[in-house]
């Protein structure tokens, strides 16, 4: 007989196995009584103890598998405080097929090793998103949670993070504070199936994206909108339906833009049920894939193998997102640090045969692990360039399924610049085919904006009457009314018939002067004129107009600039200011009216006769992009429908969500308000401001670049990367309402609405300097929190602000402000403790 290896444990009994259907629940000391050792050994070797022998730990363990064993959650939760629970808060959406059973699969292969459980928590679409983790959390039913369908400000993410709680994000979103997450890369799905489109030749394509709501409808839209954009094909908007959409309304909907002609010819979805649809509603329309059009499309399950003609599709593993989001839960209840728990999966192709473009097409494309120091790549909210890693000019296939990058979903600066400066045949087409979507009823816009000139010219007439009869046409308040809550609901109607209004007194008078005093020592002891000199030519917009001194200072970190932002009296300013608008959004709030961020501007220091620094009358806020962006197109919906009337300035519906391109004269955060505070005193004359005082001027710009006489590839000569320019060519009534503000004095504001005309007198023919700090009412949004996290890099380096030059002048200047000359509220309108 030969012994058995003492490495072996005996083999169980028949009683062992019979444990199993007594109908008790096997204990420790079950185990205890089998194995003939004691209950504390038991319980040490099943906890890995380092102390019991490695012989005694497989006997125990095997003997535990046998008796069916499993520790008691309750008894393990009493002693540790844990549950070894880990919740998926699981959204039963049909768009994804089988996305709840991958990822459950994904998980559940990762936690099988592990003492954690998955256990599912449903969620409902319509039911409020904080319902479920508020349960998890104040039930004590789980150690940490899993959820997806992020939100740019996600509340779940919020609370998560301010109670400390465990947990993952299928999704990114756009907060301040970073947290763990998993992400698939869709600007990249996005650019790369709309490449595939066009290298088929095809020339108008419709993105069928995700919701607005989430995060990676800015994603998937961004990355589609510029590779759209940079090929010279047109883009035709879908805008009714989203991958949440039924399918019937999918199909219904495709069927009946076909049927208004220039139909389109390429397709990406970003989703395999609104697929099916997609491809249905073409069938219903007579069109053939493959000849007549081509879908790419994102592939998440085995379903389109089953489909004929087979599309091309980028698949997404469900499967490997499980995985991975277990891992970055498993990390985070390790303490890991969160910046190492965000990763973002690579899409992988899966062409058909088609032409060269299989053998051009990679099979799958990474990016560049970043360094720990590196900035957080960022979902661009606002348009503009910033670094990005490029995309390689030869990719490798990746032996991964997830890369392990926090990456952007940008293109490159240079190619954003190159992008934004087009005004060729690329630019002209997109007009043409946003112009020929707006005016299907030409009629009916004629007649509206016949309409709207004979009211505008009404309200013009009106305030050249004011204007010449010396009463103010321009609102004016004291701020001790906004401190005191005594602003009338009159003096509010006027402010929004007017979007503008002069606010006095935020600052006392000669804390203005003492301030503006001590800007010219700033730039004095520090020798800016000297330094603009060898600079001037990064500025592609002021430098145009100045010859010889500046008179508007690339300066942003001096300390006046920061106390006058940072001020209690401006922050009740600026909340007043926002609150003057309706805020709810088709998805909840569309910003935060008590919260500001910084928007860190220039300063204007204007000297008599100085005359080279007038601007004509111009908007800031976007040019061609008011016709051709879809969250524009949804501002501005009633004017394209014909309703002017119906349009309301004050809605901030879909505000936030606009794509400004990148210019000096265009802002990157969405400002309820554009404004300043003079530093001393300045009126007609004095070489300052001009408004024309309409709210709804804007309508009569719109409607009038809809007319006949305007060219199908021209809006009135705007031009991306440039302010919108109000000119006597086109818009001569509107400039007849062209008036100087009234007199204001140090420490009083002034505050416009984004969508009115302004300008600056041409000379300056007044006595002293018109001198003024720019200063902006820019409330927390996703949007401006993507901005809000770049600017505040620039002011710890002393950088330029990120919308403007790179001149950069402050990085070694004396007097600079620094982070210790910021106050706790100062420090959060920067976002600057994001950055620790």
Excluded at 116 to 144: C, K, Q, W
Excluded at 400 to 418: C, E, F, G, L
Excluded at 562 to 580: C, D, P, S, Y
Aim: charged share 25%.
């Amino acid at each position: 007989m030969t012994d058995k290896p003492t490495d072996v444990p005996p083999p169980p009994s028949a009683s062992h196995a019979s444990l199993r259907n007594r109908g008790k629940r096997p204990t420790l000391k079950t185990i205890a009584t089998i194995t003939g050792l004691g209950v504390t050994t038991v319980s040490r070797a099943l906890k890995d103890g380092p102390e019991i022998a490695e012989e005694t730990k497989r006997k125990v363990r095997q003997v535990a598998s046998e008796v069916g064993y499993y520790p008691d959650r309750a008894g393990v939760r009493l002693r540790t405080g844990k549950t070894n629970v880990i919740s998926l808060v699981l959204n039963p959406h049909d768009e994804v097929v089988g996305y709840g059973s991958s990822v459950i699969l994904g998980l559940s292969q990762v936690l099988s090793s592990t003492p954690y459980h998955l256990v599912v928590t449903p969620h409902f679409l319509n039911a409020d998103p904080m319902d479920s983790v508020r349960y998890i959390t104040e039930s004590g039913s789980a150690d940490g949670i899993v959820f997806s369908r992020t939100e740019p400000m996600d509340p779940r993410v919020r609370y998560l993070m301010e109670i400390d709680f465990p947990f993952v994000s299928h999704g990114r979103t756009e907060l301040a504070t970073e947290h763990p997450y998993h992400d698939y890369d869709n600007a990249e799905f996005s650019r790369l199936a709309a490449r595939r489109l066009i290298e088929k030749g095809r020339k108008r394509l419709v993105l069928i994206a995700p919701p607005t709501a989430h995060t990676y409808h800015q994603h998937m839209t961004r990355g589609f909108a510029d590779t759209v954009r940079e090929a010279g094909v047109e883009q035709v908007f879908l805008s009714q339906v989203d991958l949440d959409s039924t399918a019937e309304q999918i199909r219904t909907s495709i069927r009946e833009l076909v049927k208004q002609g220039q139909r389109p010819d390429g397709f990406v979805c970003g989703g395999e049920i609104s697929a099916i649809a997609l491809m249905a509603g073409l069938a219903d329309a007579g069109l053939k894939i493959g000849e007549d059009v081509d879908i790419v499309a994102k592939q998440t399950s085995s379903i389109f193998n089953h489909y004929q003609p087979q599309i091309d599709t980028i698949y997404e593993d469900l499967t490997s997102t499980g995985q991975e989001l277990a891992n970055i839960i498993l990390r985070r209840l390790d303490d890991s640090p969160i910046a190492s728990l965000q990763t973002i999966g690579t899409p992988e192709l899966r062409f058909r045969t088609s032409p060269s473009a299989d053998a051009a097409s990679p099979a799958r494309h990474e990016k560049t692990q970043k360094s720990a120091g590196a900035q957080k790549g960022e979902a661009k909210m606002d348009g503009t360039a910033q670094p990005s890693e490029s995309m390689p000019s030869e990719s490798k296939p990746s032996e991964n399924k997830t890369s392990k990058t926090k990456s952007s979903d940008t293109q490159s600066a240079s190619a954003r610049a190159s992008s934004a400066g087009k005004t060729d045949e690329a630019v002209k087409a997109q007009i043409t085919s946003a112009k020929k979507m707006l005016r299907r009823n030409k009629a009916k816009l004629k007649a509206s904006f016949a309409h709207l000139s004979d009211a505008m010219k009404a309200e013009i007439d009106e305030i050249k009457t004011t204007v010449a009869a010396g009463r103010p046409c321009i609102p004016e308040l004291d701020f001790a009314t906004i401190r005191d809550g005594m602003v009338s609901d009159q003096t509010r109607a006027d402010i929004r018939k007017r979007g503008a209004v002069v606010i006095r007194g935020v600052f006392d008078r000669t804390q203005a002067e003492d301030w503006n005093e001590e800007l010219g020592a700033y730039i004095d002891d520090n020798g800016y004129y000297e330094k603009e000199v060898e600079k001037r030519g990064l500025d592609k917009y002021f430098d145009e107009l100045a010859s010889g001194r500046p008179q508007i200072f690339g300066l942003y970190w001096s300390k006046p600039q920061i106390m006058i932002r940072q001020a209690e009296t401006m922050a009740a300013t600026k909340r007043f200011l926002n609150g003057l608008w309706d805020i709810a959004g088709p998805n909840g709030k569309e910003f935060d009216p008590d919260n500001d961020y910084t928007y860190a501007d220039r300063i204007r220091r204007r000297e008599p006769g100085d005359k080279t620094l007038g601007l004509s009358p111009h908007m800031d806020a976007g040019s061609y992009e008011r016709w051709t962006d879809p969250a524009f197109q949804t501002i501005y919906e009633a004017v394209f429908a014909g309703d002017w009337q119906a349009y309301d300035p004050w809605n901030a519906a879909e505000r936030t969500q606009t794509i400004e391109y990148p210019s000096p004269a265009v802002c990157s955060m969405f400002r309820t308000f554009q404004g300043w505070t003079g530093l001393t005193t300045q009126g007609p004359d004095d070489g300052t401001l001009q408004l024309v005082p309409s709210a709804k001027a804007i309508a009569y710009m719109l409607l009038r670049a809809l007319q006949d006489d305007v060219a199908e590839d021209d809006l009135c000569g705007a031009l991306p990367g440039r302010a919108l320019s109000a000119t006597e060519e086109w818009h001569p009534l509107l400039l007849e309402g062209l008036i100087s503000i009234p007199t204001v004095e140090p420490g009083d504001t002034v505050w416009w609405h984004p969508d009115v005309i302004h300008a600056v007198e041409d000379e300056h023919n007044g006595a002293g300097y018109s001198n003024v700090v720019y200063v902006g009412a820019s409330p927390r949004c996703a949007k401006n929190t993507v901005y809000a996290r770049k600017q505040a890099r620039a002011f710890i380096e002393g950088l330029s602000a990120p919308d403007f030059a790179p001149e950069n002048y402050e990085v070694n200047f004396k007097g600079r402000a620094t982070a210790s000359d910021l106050t706790e509220l100062g420090r959060e309108q920067m976002a600057l403790d994001t950055l620790v």
